[in-house]
Nanobody, 128 residues
Framework: RAQLEETGGDSVQAGGSLRLSCVMTAYGNSEYCFAWFRQSPGKEREGVAS???????TYAESAKGRFIISHDNTKRSSFLQMNSLKPEDTSMYYC??????????????????????WGKGTPVNVFS
């Protein structure tokens, strides 16, 4: 079964930047759609950004203009560049992947948004 691992979470001052990475370990050469979500204690998991196999990205309103999602040529790794970070961006960030679900922010619903594979999360703390 495929596994995802996120890295890059850190503590950063407001206005700063972080780059999150997500690497999939799986058999075969299948390409996947990726998405990033975040969840804070006591709150529902929310979508941040997604990218389909053609590289078309979708962003939550809170991420537009500040975050950039990308994937590598193999479509088995994803990256989330986060700029102009705000304290309200503080959360645990999760990477998810799926072969079919390529529009999770539009068509998916919590908690799993139709995504089959999930990482364990990487923490982001933005302090003022």
């Amino acid at each position: 079964r495929a596994q995802l691992e996120e890295t890059g979470g850190d503590s950063v001052q407001a206005g700063g930047s972080l780059r999150l990475s997500c690497v999939m370990t799986a058999y075969g050469n299948s390409e996947y759609c990726f998405a990033w979500f975040r969840q804070s204690p006591g709150k529902e998991r929310e979508g941040v950004a997604s990218i389909d196999k053609d590289g078309v990205a979708t962003y939550a309103e809170s991420a537009k203009g500040r975050f950039i999602i990308s994937h590598d040529n193999t479509k088995r790794s994803s990256f989330l560049q986060m700029n102009s970070l705000k304290p309200e961006d503080t959360s645990m960030y999760y990477c998810a992947a799926d072969f079919w679900a390529c529009s999770p922010l539009i068509r998916g619903r919590p908690p799993d948004y139709g995504m089959d594979y999930w990482g364990k999360g990487t923490p982001v703390n933005v302090f003022s």
